[in-house]
């Protein structure tokens, strides 16, 4: 049985969103949507450090989307169904059975990783972008990142692990000693996110 996960190692992330424009794209994602950003570790704005004195900066950075959950909170929640966790690990979004009542987005302890499209969704282009296989948008609904689950069917890897050229991200079976994903949390450190939730996400993050 496969488990996909990823892996990202904030010693190499930079916080360039090169990730999260690549999955705009890929995804045709409609204005102001996004299903992956990064993320500052630091100061109290966005790019800015921890500190005040020239020896006593920090800055990292990590990305943040949906965590693919061993138990996520939002399935469990769903009254019609529409938020599915397939065989292979990855939580999709049933469109068609969506009925825009946010229980996933109220239940899920993961802030900001789910969007509602209200009303029928906008593009600033006039003509869709992104793969042909891409999900179809429409609204009301709610839309989060999928690890891109049309490339994982075909074989390839989610459009961020791509596109990162800092070589920060790592895509693959959990359950294979010999995946990328499980040699990296063989050799290093690493955290995940709220883990005390019990949810069981499945991004882990290289200690920086």
């Not at 045709?28 to 500052?40: I, Q, S, Y």
């Not at 800015?48 to 996520?72: K, N, R, V």
Request: hydrophobic share 30%.
């Amino acid at each position: 049985m496969t488990k996909y996960g990823m892996v990202i190692d904030q010693r190499r992330c930079f916080g360039c969103n090169s990730c999260a424009m690549a999955c705009k794209v890929e995804n045709n994602l409609p204005d102001d949507v996004w299903w992956n950003r990064a993320k500052t570790v630091g100061g109290d704005s966005e790019n800015t450090p921890a500190g005040t004195e020239p020896g006593e900066l920090s800055m990292h950075f990590f990305t943040y989307a949906c965590q693919h959950c061993d138990e996520p909170a939002c399935v469990e929640v769903c009254p019609t169904g529409a938020s599915v966790k397939r065989e292979d690990g990855i939580v999709t979004v049933d469109y068609e059975a969506c009925i825009g009542c946010k229980s996933c987005i109220t239940a899920c302890p993961y802030e900001g990783v789910r969007t509602y499209i209200d009303g029928d969704p906008s593009w600033f282009l006039e003509f869709p972008v992104g793969d042909v296989d891409a999900p179809v948008h429409k609204g009301n609904v709610v839309e989060k990142c999928t690890f891109c689950a049309h490339r994982v069917d075909r074989g390839e890897r989610p459009a961020c692990v791509d596109i990162c050229r800092a070589h920060a991200r790592f895509w693959g079976d959990l359950d294979d000693p010999e995946s990328d994903v499980s040699k990296l949390l063989q050799e290093h450190e690493y955290e995940q996110l709220l883990t005390d939730y019990g949810t069981g996400p499945n991004v882990y993050l290289l200690k920086a």
